[in-house]
């Protein structure tokens, strides 16, 4: 389903030939968490939706998908824990924390 | 011009139509026929999905280029010190795990080739950082000696033999191998780790950028090392840490970084542009390639916290796809006569069975012209539409020439064949070779060199076949398919004016195929029949793979096809229970040209 500008959808990358060259020209994509992609709204984005048997969502949807999974990362991010270890020293053994991701 | 010449190898060409790509890449040339100077302008390089690695993975390290990868280590929880050894090869298709490093370990240095690789320092599963390195001889890791001091979450460039290593939680600290030991050099200007580095770097010209500055601060710095000493040169446009790079100190791509970035920019030497990005944003990737546009992102993490993805970023797939279009019909029945000359200006000779009728295409529609002297079919063709061939074929061994106004009848091909393959742009310099002699069966190597007076015998295809398709010059062409007396052939040969040598093999066995284009270096092959399948489809050669492309409206073999990679005409031809056809379909591959106007 789509806005007036995206269409959002879940699918897994199947590698090799998921996103081929000719699609990236074609349209803007970015992938998110819980196999959440974004793509401009065009004929070929929805082609390639349909070629990868994407399931198409609602913003909404998507974005509630998305928030979940970012939950999970940041729980798992904050439990992860050495004793006597600084936030510096956190943020150099694990990157920093994840940050709440908000689709377009 | 001298100086053109100079750099470029070539004087500037005058030409009556454009160049295709691989002619033109790089090059300005005068067009005659519109008295304008142009160029190819590339499209931008963008990322593209390529196969997922078999163990997903962050804080990963990688080198070699974009169609022969080797990833090396990593870790595979989200979080926690969990390090592995596992290793990848990539050949451009699939990812195949091969032997482990001996030492697990994350966000070590990794620099060389896929087959001659070595993998230096990092953290292991206490969190503590090495010094251990590990030299890769494309089957195994073998311990080598110890870096000076211990590091984690930095970067290397070079070769099995000879590398440089720099950055990570010692700072500034620069160390360069020499296949056996490390040596202490000097030291980057700003200390800082989770760096990026242009893997095909080397111990005397190497490029460093991006990268954290203790407390955590993303950095857009950029250094550039020559052998020395570390200089400071253009920033990024972004800062950022935990990306990955490729490429050399003059030819350079980042991408990926935190936080979870898919952003990706391109280093020409001395500076920096902003780039397409990848598609899955990630930060402690594996980056490896040649150069800034031909780079491969694998791995990596944040979200999700442990990535299979592989992008592959390149100039590749630049050009518009070709397409076939309808164009006006023949006004007689053909199957694989004598045609010459370009998209919008052909010339066709001979039709089935026997006949001497010739037509002239202008882009949109045939004219009846003067007729062949000796009817004839399964004849080739060579030159331009003002100045032509007809060779051999049904009626025997006999040649004539076109000079715009009438045929003539010159000098005798050594060995009469029918539906044999041909290449020339001029009436004046052909190859004529393969075919089928009398009795049929006879399938022929033979190939004869045109120089305008007289057929020679020269170099023989390297497999005898008929019904074997053809383009290109008299000095360099390509033979293509056809029938070598058993079943079809998918086997494609290059003419370099002495001989010929087996190329890529093509998609389809088919005979009968249909080609176009102005040397070996491009060309578009169409048709075809594998018996009893007839084909539509396209292939399209790049001097070193042959790439199936848009179809044809309809499955068909044996017809004519003159032009070139870039614009080209098809005409007649076979269908199942049906012995020619009028159709004519024309190939449009729309080029990246500019005209230059100031």
Redesign the interface.
């Known amino acids: 389903m789509a806005n007036d500008i995206y269409n959002y959808s879940v699918m897994p990358?199947?590698?090799?030939?998921?996103?081929?060259?000719?699609?990236?020209?074609a349209f803007w994509?970015?992938?998110?968490?819980a196999n959440v992609w974004v793509a401009t709204d065009v004929r070929e984005s929805r082609h390639w939706v349909a070629r990868n048997n994407g399931v198409s969502k609602t913003k909404d949807q998507a974005q509630t998908l998305v928030t979940a999974?970012?939950d999970a990362?940041q729980d798992?991010?904050d439990d992860?824990n050495?004793e006597g270890e600084s936030s510096?020293e956190k943020?150099?053994?694990?990157?920093?924390k994840?940050?709440d991701?908000t689709i377009p | 011009m001298t100086t053109y010449k100079a750099i470029h190898g070539k004087t500037l060409l005058h030409v009556a139509s454009d160049l295709d790509t691989a002619e033109g890449e790089g090059q300005i040339w005068f067009n005659t026929t519109s008295n304008d100077y142009k160029t190819i302008v590339k499209?931008a390089a963008?990322?593209?999905?390529?196969?997922?690695i078999n163990t997903a993975r962050t804080q990963v390290k990688g080198c070699g280029t974009n169609t022969a990868t080797l990833i090396t280590a990593g870790q595979t929880t989200?979080?926690?010190?969990a390090p592995v050894g596992i290793n990848e090869l990539y050949d451009g298709?699939?990812w195949t795990e091969v032997g482990d490093l001996n030492t697990v370990r994350r966000t070590g240095a990794e620099f060389g080739t896929s087959t001659a690789a070595v993998y230096v320092g990092g953290a292991n599963a206490d969190?503590g950082s090495l010094a251990v390195c590990e030299k890769w001889n494309g089957t195994a890791w073998t311990e080598v000696a110890d870096l000076n001091t211990a590091t984690v979450?930095f970067g290397g460039a070079g070769i099995s033999t000879a590398g440089i290593v720099s950055g990570g939680?010692r700072l500034t600290e620069t160390e360069t191998w020499d296949g056996t030991s490390w040596t202490e050099v000097a030291d980057l200007n700003t200390g800082r780790?989770n760096i990026g580095v242009a893997g095909k770097g080397s111990t005397t010209a190497s490029l460093v950028f991006a990268g954290e500055t203790?407390?955590?601060t993303a950095q857009a710095l950029t250094e550039t090392w020559d052998g020395s000493s570390w200089t400071e040169v253009g920033d990024l446009n972004n800062s950022v840490s935990?990306g990955s790079g490729s490429g050399t100190q003059t030819n350079a791509a980042r991408f990926g970084g935190?936080?979870?970035s898919?952003k990706t920019e391109l280093w020409d030497g001395s500076s920096w542009i902003n780039s397409?990005?990848l598609?899955?944003?990630r930060?402690?990737l594996a980056g490896a390639g040649a150069a800034g546009p031909s780079a491969i992102a694998v791995g990596g993490?944040?979200?999700?916290?442990n990535s299979?993805?592989?992008?592959e970023f390149?100039f590749?797939?630049?050009l518009a796809?070709g397409a076939w279009a309808s164009g006006g019909d023949m006004n007689s029945t053909r199957a694989q006569q004598a045609m010459a000359g370009t998209g919008t200006a052909a010339i066709i000779a001979g039709h089935y069975p026997a006949g001497v009728n010739v037509e002239s295409y202008d882009g949109s529609s045939w004219t009846e012209g003067a007729n062949i002297n000796t009817g004839r079919h399964h004849n080739a063709g060579a030159g331009t539409q003002t100045a032509a061939l007809s060779v051999s074929g049904s009626t025997g061994a006999e040649v004539e020439s076109w000079n715009g106004t009438a045929w003539t009848e010159v000098g005798d091909v050594n060995v009469a064949r029918v539906q044999a393959g041909s290449a020339g742009k001029t009436n004046t310099a052909a190859i004529f070779f393969g075919g089928e002699g009398s009795p049929f069966g006879d399938q022929k190597v033979q190939n004869e060199l045109w120089n305008g007076t007289a057929w020679t015998e020269v170099g023989n295809l390297n497999e005898g076949r008929t019904q074997v398709c053809g383009f290109g010059t008299s000095t360099s062409a390509i033979a293509a398919g056809g029938h070598p007396g058993s079943g079809e052939t998918d086997k494609s040969e290059s003419w370099n004016g002495t001989s010929w040598t087996a190329e890529a093999t093509l998609n389809e066995e088919a005979e009968g195929r249909m080609g176009m284009g102005d040397t070996s270096a491009s060309g578009v092959v169409a048709g075809g029949r594998d018996h009893p399948t007839y084909y539509g489809l396209t292939e399209q050669w790049d001097g070193a793979t042959w790439t199936e492309v848009a179809n044809m409206s309809g499955a068909r073999y044996n017809g004519s096809a003159t032009g070139s990679v870039g614009s080209g005409v098809l005409a007649g031809g076979s269908n199942p229970g049906v012995g020619g056809s009028v159709t004519t379909e024309e190939w449009l591959l729309p080029q990246n040209i500019k005209v230059i106007t100031d």
């Open positions: 990358n199947t590698g090799k030939g998921f996103i081929t060259h000719e699609d990236s020209r994509i970015k992938s998110f968490p999974a970012v990362l798992a991010w992860n050495v510096a943020i150099i053994r694990l990157g920093a994840p940050g991701v | 499209a963008v990322w593209a999905s390529g196969a997922n989200a979080y926690g010190n298709s699939s969190g979450h939680t780790y203790p407390p955590p935990a935190a936080p979870a898919g397409t990005d598609s899955t944003g930060i402690y993490g944040a979200n999700p916290p299979n993805a592989t992008e390149s590749s797939s630049t796809a």
